[in-house]
């Protein structure tokens, strides 16, 4: 006895179609695919185009709530999409995943690129920090957390060297100038940076120890 698969409508003089639907439930279903479609290709050709990462983010997030809605015909076995919603779904989150990655490296690159130029440190810690807060924010967004980890480390390292590199070339110059006291006070805080930050400091021995020798040779002579 012919039973749509959609409503439950059974009976002998019922008529459904090679998916198994009566014509109601046919007709509905398609309109709700073809509008589906319709906003998910207009999304992907905004997120092909557009160069605004929140535009880009918010198009696949539309994707995403819209082919979600079809999980409930892929849940009866009915064909709506190829590929099926639950793996086209998957394939808008790896999207997703792409354009954060992309988008961080762009900033990174950005970044090492004024690294070259004559810009002041603490300019440089700063748009070091911004990415940073960035990249946080990206976190809570991807499901593969070890990459974005790698990236977040990368960049706390930059700026972990980047700042060590300030107090020592204020320490240096001010040696260099002979005002003795304000170069050990650079010392100094330069080695407080050093075993307060969040790198073990089994790995900056060597550092550690340049800068203690600076201290004891500073003090002797003030």
């Known amino acids: 006895m012919p039973e749509c698969k959609w409503c439950g409508k059974k009976g002998i003089f019922l008529s459904v179609n090679s998916d198994g639907l009566c014509m109601n439930c046919a007709s509905l279903i398609s309109f709700n695919v073809n509008e589906t479609l319709r906003i998910v290709k207009d999304s992907l050709d905004i997120i092909e185009k557009s160069k605004k990462i929140d535009t880009r983010l918010s198009r696949c997030d539309l994707i995403i709530e819209k082919v979600k809605d079809l999980l409930r015909y892929e849940n009866k076995e009915i064909k709506t999409i190829d590929p099926k919603p639950s793996v086209f779904i998957e394939k808008i989150y790896s999207m997703k995943n792409q354009i954060i990655f992309e988008e961080i490296n762009n900033m990174i690159n950005e970044l090492m690129k004024k690294d070259n130029l004559e810009i002041s440190t603490k300019s440089k810690i700063n748009e070091a920090n ?30 972990n060297e980047t700042q060590l590199k300030m107090y020592l070339e204020e320490a240096k110059k001010a040696e260099f100038l002979g005002k003795k006291k304000i170069a050990l006070e650079k010392y100094k805080e330069a080695l407080y940076y050093l075993k307060t930050d969040k790198i073990d400091d089994s790995l900056q021995q060597e550092k550690i120890r340049e800068i203690e020798s600076k201290i004891s040779e500073l003090s002797k002579d003030t």
């Open 130 to 159: 911004k990415i940073l807060l960035k990249i946080m924010e990206f976190k809570k967004l991807v499901k593969n957390k070890e990459r974005i980890e790698e990236y977040e480390n990368r960049l706390r390292s930059y700026i």
